[in-house]
């Protein structure tokens, strides 16, 4: 049965920049179940990585500005929080995994009293359990003698068992939504594929909700029950995993899966998306998509098109489907 | 005349670590072999794809046949020259017919030249094209060719998208048209759709010029797209060469396998991706002797741990280094 933990409403980010006035997010709304994995996909600068610091308000206000929406998460609407209840919920109840393990670390202390200080400071924890439970922890993630590995700096992990301190972090306060971002994709496809492993599983055995954040349209094919795709600001598409690759409807949906170089076949040329993604500080009127569309008409040029349901869980924003 | 447009035999670099006095006194000296006996060759007109995970040497090769990085030792030979026997003038001649395209096209342009600037340079240094007036008409003739316009040229490259700089990074490689391009992960730092553009515009260059590649990829998807042939690399070594096909429908060296099987498809009804392979990537630094991937691999037997594998001839170009198969 739907249980929604996150629902996001109407959600609008924007940043007060010296160039001008930037609209990072604008008009989104989704909704996450308990145990679901997300799948939020687009590429640079489409808002995917501002959407999730909103819901853990970590977006820096200034330059930053929510101007709309309500974030909802169990009910209770995050951005009436003051930052003293913020700080009991992150970490315990939203935990968050970066794409930059190395920038996400502090490289002067060692990996084991990270994340053993995060249990002492949000769970009370004596300095012993601490240390106990972080190698439980390091032990879980697949980290080899982690009785060892505790006292190490972060340089002295590789790529991939760096995003694995990073997870043991994450996991640390038992936390029920975790939100990954972009977490796979500075590693290499061998390493790719036992973190995405490990994600899943750890998901799956904490029962935790995800929303994993990326780029890559093959790894959400396999990790996510549902996707949402996001362009220039807007959530263009929303669906289940299956309904987005088989019958995508949203042109930039379409134009992303046919981009992709197959694995299966060789086509001589690829059929790419028309034009560049537009300036974010002077966006086009209407639907953000419409300059690069092969389909634009009139309308799409004057009005921004709602995500509107067309099938049974398949959303999409297009004049094509109204 | 070699059938090769160019060869590489037994190709090495080794670079020492803790080279120091005190360390070699104490006998501490280490070696990183990053390019370590390898050979492969690329006929006219082809495109090898050269793949790998990050620190496999790709890189290293790349610049060892650019000459930008001196080999420890083997040979190169560009048709029939001896590369590695060149005085630096003639190396010069050399890169009229050899061209590189960078990764990151936001480190290899000079932020500080406008863009024709940066495209008449090469024009400049192998003196084909005298007066303001020639080199303008060379350098608009050069955008038209990666399909950006006259209105780019007097604009500096921070003014362009990710996508348009790699364009004018190609449009720089091919203004001495050269005959041989190679390109250092030219497309990895791109967005998908942008990504998609610039495959294409390698391959209507190609057709066009009748150019051959060294495309060098993390990313197995675009190098099954771009290849006609490809090398798979492992921790300096080849381990796997072969056709396209080949490669991606009957791979034989348990690596190439394991890479393959580590890929995410973007289809959900294809197999999820797993690792078939043990731990994590093997090191470099004073690797033992014997088969890089052991230790790793699922079907080592004792003589892999003593004895490197070579690259053994199955027929069809399609070249093994395993002792197992």
């Known amino acids: 049965m739907a249980d929604p933990v996150l629902q996001i409403e109407d959600l609008g980010v924007r940043f007060h920049l010296k160039r001008g006035r930037l609209t990072a997010v604008e008009r989104v709304s989704l909704t996450v179940n308990r145990s679901e994995t997300f799948g939020l996909v687009g590429e640079s600068g489409s808002g995917k990585t501002v959407t999730a610091r909103a819901v853990m308000r970590l977006v820096p206000i200034p330059p930053g500005e929510i101007f709309q929406g309500r974030i909802l998460f169990d009910g209770e609407n995050v951005l009436d929080k003051s930052e003293a209840e913020m700080r009991e919920l992150r970490g315990r109840k939203i935990a968050m995994v970066f794409q930059e393990p190395m920038s996400a670390l502090n490289p002067v202390f060692t990996v084991g009293s990270q ?158 998306i028309k034009g560049l993604v537009c300036n974010m500080l002077e966006p086009p009127q209407g639907c953000k998509f419409n300059p690069r569309c092969e389909h634009a008409m009139d309308i799409c040029s004057q009005e921004v098109p709602p995500l509107k349901e067309v099938a049974a869980g398949h959303f999409v924003a297009c004049h094509l489907h109204p | 005349m070699s059938d090769y447009f160019l060869e590489v035999k037994n190709l090495t670099k080794h670079f020492p670590l803790n080279n120091d006095l005190i360390s070699r006194l104490g006998g501490k000296t280490r070696t990183l072999k990053a390019v370590d006996d390898i050979s492969f060759f690329i006929k006219p007109g082809e495109t090898l794809g050269l793949v790998g995970e990050s620190g496999c040497g790709k890189s290293t090769t790349a610049r060892l046949i650019t000459r930008l990085i001196e080999p420890s030792s083997g040979s190169i030979y560009l048709k029939d020259d001896d590369l590695l026997s060149f005085l630096p003038e003639r190396m010069l001649d050399v890169r009229k017919t050899v061209q590189l395209v960078f990764q990151d096209p936001y480190s290899s342009l000079n932020p500080r030249k406008t863009i024709m600037q940066i495209l008449s340079r090469p024009l400049e240094v192998h ?118 096909d080949t490669i991606f429908e009957n791979p034989k060296h348990p690596y190439t396998h394991a890479l393959l099987m580590a890929v995410p498809h973007a289809d959900p009804l294809k197999p999820p991706p797993r690792l078939t392979l043990q731990g994590e990537l093997a090191t470099p630094v004073d690797p033992p002797p014997g088969c890089r991937l052991y230790g790793r691999c699922p079907i080592a037997t004792d003589v892999c741990g003593e004895v490197s594998p070579e690259l053994v001839d199955r027929g069809g170009e399609h070249y093994v280094a395993c002792h197992n198969i």
Request: overall charge negative; aromatic content about 6%.
């Open chain 1, 115 to 272: 994340i053993s200080d995060a249990l002492r400071t949000n769970l009370g924890m004596s300095k012993k359990e601490a240390k106990e439970r972080v190698i439980e922890l390091l032990n879980l993630v697949g980290i080899p003698s982690p009785e060892s590995r505790y006292g190490n700096y972060v340089h002295e992990f590789s790529g991939g068992m760096r995003q694995r301190v990073m997870l043991a972090m994450a996991l640390s306060c038992n936390p029920s939504f975790l939100i990954a971002d972009e977490p796979t994709t500075a590693l290499d496809v061998t390493i790719q594929a036992t973190i995405l492993e490990l994600i899943e599983s750890m998901t799956e055995r904490f029962h935790m909700s995800l929303i994993f954040i990326t780029h890559n349209l093959g790894v959400v094919a396999h990790t996510c029950d549902t996707i949402g795709v996001m362009y220039a600001s807007h959530l263009v598409e929303l669906g289940t995993k299956n309904e987005i690759f088989a019958n995508p409807l949203h042109p930039y949906t379409q134009g992303l899966l046919n981009s992709i170089p197959r694995l299966d076949t060789q086509a001589k040329f690829l059929t790419p």
């Open chain 2, 127 to 244: 003196n084909l094209a005298k007066g303001w007036t020639a080199k303008r008409r060379h350098v608009l003739h050069l955008l038209r060719l990666v399909g950006l316009g006259v209105e780019h040229a007097d604009r500096y490259p921070h003014e362009f998208s990710g996508g348009q700089r790699q364009r004018i990074a190609i449009a720089r490689a091919l203004a001495v048209s050269p005959q041989l391009i190679i390109g250092d992960e030219p497309v990895s730092a791109l967005d998908v759709s942008i990504q998609a553009q610039i495959l294409n515009l390698f391959r209507e260059l190609q057709e066009e010029f009748n150019l051959t590649y060294l495309f060098i990829a993390h990313d197995l998807s675009v190098i099954r797209h771009i290849s006609d042939r490809v090398a798979v690399m492992y921790v300096g070594k080849i381990v796997e060469t072969g056709t396209v």
